[in-house]
């Protein structure tokens, strides 16, 4: 073999990979499937590090179960719809499809050098008709079922970018892109009926034993069952029509300690009284400047309005309560009004201490007296605490048996009755923008909200339409609203609104199946390849893209779309760290940061000090520098000392990213590959480092050179220790087989590397030494599949060592036949010895009392007792 040259062998085997179609996904009835999926990406036009880390664990995986004979499916597509698109076409000029498409081909053609097992057969992106002239179809069905409604609702709007913006895209009360203050409004809006399946997306949770647990504590939480009370205040003082207030609590036992009341800025009452009160009307519309999630409203300042409204308290009616307008308070949620409790609750406390309400105090702390408080108390609900006021008699309880014995207190006086809740809002979907998947609804003076025809899909964007107005180019397109009516015929006008991105990720794994079909999905295919085997992504993604997957397989089976085994579409879940790099900063004069590619500085040690200086720089000769300290203030005074900030997540604006492509043309895609693998377990971060991709590449190098070397011996060559060898493979085997099993990729590369140590002292037969090598091929091969091919090819092995079945390990051969026993003298170890697993007790302590160690401790002193404890210790008194 001539010495290593990955882009010679890397090139090689992805051509002959591809003419032979060995990554094609075959629905084949006689073998068992295994369908294993990357969350696809968005084509921002480069791949990075997290890419390949990503898609690699997944092509692990993916070789590894093709090995074991399983039909794979490994698939390829983009999440290509959404504003970078279009705010591209504002900057740059052109068209969002040419930007998307663009992006496409590159990031693709940066991924097939990996040599990734994907079928590339299948790929789509979002933004294609035939895709989303599907999911267009499945609206269409999914309205048919009752499970999209259309209705007004509040919801963050950006001025700037003049779009619906989702509460994740709201940060510090700002949009993500524009940073423009966010400001509530009220529009109509598209809604799925996602919160129809509230309880039984909760109760599955306790199903999915192969997802992380705290995924499923993100997900039980987001989706937030609560028990609570749900009872009406009287009202005095109130407009015509609002004689009642209605109130839904899940702190039911503080009730006895409420001193106010509130409404949402969109309460129905609050909007009655802007109407004819101007102030009233100042005051919510400052309240709608506020973003609209709870984590928003708990952190912004409390301020409310006193309408003059007052309610009784339902257990004394001789107590009024005022009644506010708070900009704490989430319409979406409950009723929309509350009673405050500041003694047990910090933004009530806030509130009442700003508007010097009572703070009255519901309970205390254990042997504690009631007291005025300077914080709010507000302790677990599973904490006992005393009652003052509370419905079970004054006592010692939990905040648990409180709440119960409230509501069945509030129940058999007819006050109320107790209600289980859930935090998860049905799902708004309308987005004010171009590039997106059009919602196929027409509206109609005569009909109303009708459905397109599905013979009219796909409803497709229109291509002629510019970016230089702010807003929706939609609203503004000369001809493509215009349309007729599907029912009556008569002029209509098509909607606007484009559907939340997220819709377009929710259901792509079920398209996978049958990605070219005319409809969204294939019975057969669905059947076949759901669900999805091992689901691998980012945890950024736990939440709401899995939430919204999990929603759109119950609806997808509901319309006929997927079996009813798919409404939990993924049976694992693996969500794997990033890959972090140092970042290299120095500091102007005004003391701002300024940010420096890895290849802008130089690294070197001058004594025990790691120094960074920007350039190509020699490092000193350290006894020409008596004074360090003084030196490194010297480059930090010229500018040229760099602070290090270790193990950062990669940033294009800290400049700290690694390009893969730069890394596969210095050493090989095989060496990013094993690298990202090598360092840590998949679930925490890995720091990149030159120093270990170049420590990878002289492994592989190693590697090569023993097959090389394999390779050269004489074919009658003898050797010696093919046992030894045969069981060092299948030691290997074994452990190898277990961490790909367990996701632990690391531990197989580290066998990996034990089994290279053990062939490269091995003198073995040749046979012995060939089989041990292909092994070795095939043991890399889901890791460094391009060198893998080689090393099997030059040494024999049949065909494409990627078809090649997964080598499996003789029991026999994993049975150790010795056994290592520590020894013990008074009970302190001193030496160690290995013997015979089935060695008689009496041979054990004669090799132990012969043992050079133990011979030289003892110095002659006389032995007065040896315990041999079978296969564990040796104790020798003396």
Not at 486 to 502: L, N, S, V, W
Not at 648 to 656: D, E, F, R, Y
Not at 855 to 868: H, N, Q, R, T, Y
């Amino acid at each position: 073999m001539s010495r290593y040259e990955p882009k010679t062998i890397e090139s090689k085997w992805q051509a002959a990979w591809d003419a032979a179609e060995t990554f094609k996904a075959r629905r084949d009835p006689a073998k068992p499937k295994y369908y294993v999926l990357e969350m696809f990406p968005y084509p921002s036009g480069r791949i990075h590090m997290g890419h390949v880390r990503n898609y690699t664990m997944g092509d692990v995986v993916a070789r590894y179960k093709a090995a074991q004979g399983f039909s794979v499916l490994h698939p390829m597509g983009w999440d290509a719809f959404g504003m970078p698109a279009e705010n591209a076409a504002m900057e740059r000029g052109g068209h969002p499809k040419e930007w998307t498409y663009g992006n496409i081909a590159d990031m693709r053609a940066q991924m097939k050098p990996l040599g990734l097992s994907i079928d590339w057969s299948r790929e789509f992106a979002t933004c294609d008709p035939e895709y989303y002239g599907q999911q267009q179809a499945m609206f269409i069905d999914m309205m048919a079922k009752g499970l999209v409604y259309r209705k007004n609702a509040v919801v963050n709007w950006d001025p700037v970018d003049m779009t619906v913006l989702a509460n994740e895209q709201v940060i510090d009360g700002k949009g993500w892109r524009s940073n423009a203050p966010v400001v509530r409004r009220e529009l109509t809006q598209w809604f799925f009926k996602i919160s129809d399946y509230s309880a039984e997306l909760l109760s599955a949770l306790d199903g999915l034993k192969d997802w992380p647990e705290k995924v499923r504590v993100m997900q039980a939480n987001w989706i937030g069952q609560s028990r609570g009370l749900q009872f009406a205040f009287t009202t005095t003082g109130a407009p015509e029509g609002f004689d009642r207030l209605e109130v839904y609590t899940t702190r039911p036992d503080t009730l006895l300690g409420a001193s106010f009341a509130a409404i949402a800025a969109d309460h129905p009452l609050a909007k009655h009284l802007e109407r004819h009160d101007p102030a009233v009307a100042e005051f919510t519309a400052e309240c709608r400047k506020g973003g609209t999630t709870a984590e928003a409203m708990e952190t912004a300042e409390k301020i409310g309005m006193d309408t003059g409204i007052r309610v009784l308290h339902p257990f004394d009616n001789s107590v009024e309560l005022p009644v506010y307008i708070a900009n704490f308070i989430l319409m979406d949620y409950g009723t929309g009004a509350i009673f405050g409790c500041p003694a047990h609750d910090a933004r009530d406390f806030e509130f009442a201490t700003k508007y010097g309400l009572p703070i009255p105090v519901v309970f205390v702390p254990e042997g504690a007296e009631e007291a005025d408080l300077d914080e709010p108390f507000v302790p677990m609900k599973s904490e006992r605490v005393q009652y003052i006021r509370g419905f079970a008699g004054n006592d010692l309880q939990t905040g648990e048996d409180a709440i119960a014995a409230a509501i069945a207190e509030c129940e058999s006086r007819g006050i109320g009755r107790g209600v289980t809740n859930y935090r998860l809002r049905d799902w708004g979907i309308s987005r004010q923008r171009y590039w997106g998947c059009p919602i196929p609804v027409i509206h109609c003076d005569a009909c109303g909200v009708v459905a397109e025809k599905k013979e009219n899909l796909p409803v497709r964007l229109p291509d002629d339409v510019s970016f230089d107005i702010p807003g929706n180019p939609l609203d503004r397109h000369p001809t493509w609203r215009q349309c007729t009516c599907p029912q009556c015929g008569a002029d209509a006008r098509r909607e606007t609104d484009t559907m939340d991105t997220f819709v377009d990720s929710s259901w792509y794994y079920a398209r996978f199946t049958a990605p070219h079909a005319t409809t969204p999905t294939i019975a057969e295919d669905a059947d076949y390849w759901m669900n999805v085997d091992q689901y691998i992504g980012g945890i950024e993604h736990a939440i709401l893209h899995l939430l919204y997957s999990r929603f759109f397989a119950r609806a997808m089976h509901a319309t006929g779309h997927l079996p009813a085994k798919a409404i939990e579409p993924f049976n694992a879940l693996f969500t794997q760290g990033m890959v972090t790099h140092e970042i290299y900063k120095t500091t102007d004069a005004a003391g701002r940061p300024i940010y420096h590619l890895p290849e802008d500085v130089t690294t070197f040690t001058v004594g025990d000090r790691r120094v960074t200086v920007l350039g190509d720089v020699a490092p000193p000769d350290p006894d020409m520098i008596p004074d360090i300290n003084a030196w490194m203030q010297g480059l930090n005074d010229e500018g040229a000392l760099v602070e290090v900030i270790p193990s950062a997540k990669m940033s294009k604006s800290k400049k700290n990213v690694v390009d893969p492509m730069n890394i596969i043309e210095a050493f090989g895609a095989d060496t990013a590959r094993w690298f990202v693998m090598s360092d840590s377990p998949p679930e925490r971060d890995v720091e990149w480092t030159a120093s270990g991709a170049e420590a990878t590449f002289k492994h592989l190098s190693r590697v090569w050179a023993l097959c090389s070397r394999i390779g050269d011996m004489p074919a009658d060559h003898a050797g010696e220790g093919d046992a030894e060898i045969a069981k060092a493979t299948a030691k290997a085997v074994d452990e190898i087989t277990r961490a790909i099993e367990t996701f632990a990729f690391n531990k197989a590369i580290a066998a990996l590397y034990g089994l290279t140590n053990t062939l490269a002292k091995a003198n073995g037969s040749t046979p012995a030494m060939k089989q041990a090598i292909r092994t070795l091929a095939q043991l890399m091969c889901p890791m460094t599949p391009h060198i893998a091919e080689s090393i099997w090819t030059y040494q024999g092995g049949a065909g494409l060592c990627a078809t090649a079945p997964w080598p499996k390990a003789d029991p026999a051969l994993l049975v150790d036949d010795t056994v290592t026993l520590p020894i013990q003298i008074n009970g302190k170890r001193r030496a160690e010895i290995s013997v015979p697993k089935d060695m008689p007790a009496s041979e054990v302590e004669k090799i132990a009392l012969a043992d050079e160690a133990v011979v030289k401790f003892l110095a002659g002193a006389p032995v007065k007792k040896i315990i041999v404890v079978p296969g564990r210790i040796i104790n020798v008194v003396i």
